[in-house]
């Protein structure tokens, strides 16, 4: 830590922001990633080490105006636990019920786990699903400006976004579901959790009298990049679903999925789950 020259915890985001417009920041929240990074030298600290634990406005989820807010130091437990994403949006504490352990989930924040960019980040996949978008804000001319961007498009390479050094992501954001929403979400580890995911397959949509629409579906951990799979949406969307389609839907997932070979999985075993997966979830929506 001979690297860092000054430490800072805002108390205010123009605070934190106009911080990062001077460049030269490290900034730490949970710090359940950065920290091993850090210890494995492949990350090192900036002279500026922020802490922005100390940010009211980053905190909370809240639904407003039919929009779900998480804001970006929500953990995963809180997520995990709360109310109105139980209610609205159980596919994300489905996912946080799997992730990591206790210990984990209580330090861990959903705008860490977005930013480490991880292509086996586990919650990103059902937001994927629920077609979220982040926002992310910057100290330009003497003022706060925010942007928003979709999370699909928010991801570029492992480990790296279209965030700029000098914007802080501040929440994450998605429409409430509809009533005849219904998500699936699964993944496989050597472990149900604290290891990191060999597969994850997040499915989504509207489920109404057997017919599939507004179907998104998303894929972690076969491709440099969490990724929303086109061809097994468009194999579902608007369709009843039946043997056939769901079917149609596995041979699509492989067209999707882009894994490789590492020390955790080979290429075919990652093809394999997705087309096991796929299925299992599609049967599953069939269920319910």
């Avoid at 990591?100 to 699903?129: E, F, H, Y």
Wanted: glycine share 8%; with cysteine.
């Amino acid at each position: 830590m001979s690297e860092i020259e000054k430490y800072i915890a805002p108390t205010k985001l123009a605070e934190a922001v106009k911080v990062l417009s001077g460049g030269g920041v490290t900034i730490v929240a949970g710090g359940t990633d950065l920290t091993p990074q850090i210890n494995e030298g492949k990350r090192r600290y900036e002279a500026t080490l922020m802490n922005i634990q100390r940010v009211q406005e980053l905190k909370g989820i809240s639904l407003e105006e039919g929009e779900i807010r998480i804001g970006c130091l929500a953990t995963v437990s809180e997520i995990w636990h709360n109310d109105i994403i139980a209610e609205c949006a159980p596919i994300l504490c489905d996912t946080a019920n799997c992730f990591a352990s206790d210990q984990i989930r209580n330090a861990a924040t959903i705008g860490g786990n977005i930013c480490n960019a991880s292509p086996a980040g586990d919650m990103i996949i059902p937001l994927l699903v629920l077609g979220a978008s982040v926002e992310l804000a910057r100290w330009k001319e003497g003022k706060m400006e925010i942007r928003r961007e979709p999370l699909n498009h928010f991801f570029k390479a492992p480990g790296k976004t279209i965030r700029l050094d000098n914007e802080l992501l501040t929440a994450v954001v998605f429409d409430k579901p509809s009533v005849d929403f219904v998500g699936q979400f699964r993944k496989s580890g050597p472990r149900p959790a604290l290891e990191i995911s060999t597969v994850t397959v997040g499915i989504g949509g509207d489920y109404n009298d057997g017919k599939f629409e507004n179907v998104r579906v998303a894929f972690g951990a076969v491709g440099p990049t969490p990724l929303r799979a086109a061809a097994t949406e468009q194999a579902l969307e608007g369709k009843t679903l039946n043997d056939d389609v769901i079917q149609a839907a596995v041979v699509a997932a492989w067209q999707d999925a882009r894994p490789i070979d590492d020390i955790r999985a080979t290429t075919w075993y990652r093809n394999h789950l997705i087309g096991i997966f796929t299925e299992e979830l599609l049967n599953n929506v069939c269920q319910n």
